[in-house]
């Protein structure tokens, strides 16, 4: 898989692509790259924002300034990439990030984010550079790095070779092994700490009441969850 993260923040990567989980995916195979919006801006001096129109606090980042870095990049109109590749434009406005899109993501050959800043970007980069807009959650970030983030980590922890044990991976919470219920509780050493035990049956070696136990604990959760949602 390729992943590009189009950033006016490239250095914040340099931290994330050094974890050991992103490093074996990336001896696996991942290519991650950070472009620097501003370096392929068509403006002078560095321009890739402006004023809003209708006024308003803040500066929104120019559709032609993410174009001309896009085509920059791939060599081709970038409306016609959105057509035939995920490029997601990452905005609390847009659908929110869950282990299904996640899945999705993962089985793509090729991702590119858009990480914004200021206000946001304008409106047609959701609607003409873009194939997706993408939210981690509803709450406002100072800029798109983190929730580029998110997705990359959530994405590259499915890619093969990534994590140590791929079991990790495979029954989480929200997974299609769970049936998209939150995950069981762990424990480990000591059974007794200040007088709080462990669950007797985890200490049974009894794996077949294990597992059912594990399922029920975490149907509780589900339903607990959508206890807590509605
Ligand atoms: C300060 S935010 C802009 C918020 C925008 N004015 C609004 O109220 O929806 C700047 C950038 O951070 C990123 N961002 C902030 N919160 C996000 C979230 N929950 N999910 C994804 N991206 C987010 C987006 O790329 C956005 O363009």
């Known amino acids: 898989m390729r992943i590009d993260v189009f950033t006016l923040f490239p250095a914040w990567f340099n931290w994330f692509a050094d974890q050991r989980h992103v490093r074996n995916a990336l001896e696996a195979g991942l ?22 129109y209708g006024g308003g606090a803040g500066m929104v980042l120019r559709v032609d300034v993410v174009a001309a870095s896009l085509g920059g990049h791939y ?8 057509r035939t590749s995920r490029v997601i434009a990452l905005s609390p406005t847009g659908r929110q990030l869950d282990d299904e899109l996640v899945d999705e993501l993962a089985a793509e050959p090729a991702l590119t984010l858009l990480c914004g800043r200021y206000e946001g970007f304008d409106e047609r980069v959701h609607e003409r550079l873009a194939s ?56 480990t050493r000591p059974a007794e700490w200040r007088g709080h ?30 206890e807590r949602d509605r």
């Open 31 to 52: 290519e991650l790259d950070c472009i620097d919006l501003r370096a392929g801006t068509p403006l002078s001096g560095g321009q890739v924002d402006d004023t809003p």
């Open 197 to 226: 035990g462990v669950p007797e049956i985890l200490l049974s070696g009894d794996h077949a009441r294990i597992d059912a136990w594990r399922r029920e604990q975490s149907r509780a959760r589900g339903r607990a969850r959508a």
């Open 75 to 82: 060599g081709e109109d970038p409306i016609a990439r959105a």
């Open 132 to 187: 997706d807009v993408v939210s981690v959650g509803p709450y406002v970030l100072s800029g798109g790095e983190l929730a580029a983030m998110t997705i990359c980590d959530a994405v590259v922890r499915k890619l093969p070779g990534a994590l140590g044990d791929e079991r990790s991976a495979a029954e989480e919470s929200f997974s299609s092994a769970l049936e998209g219920d939150p995950e069981y509780p762990h424990y």
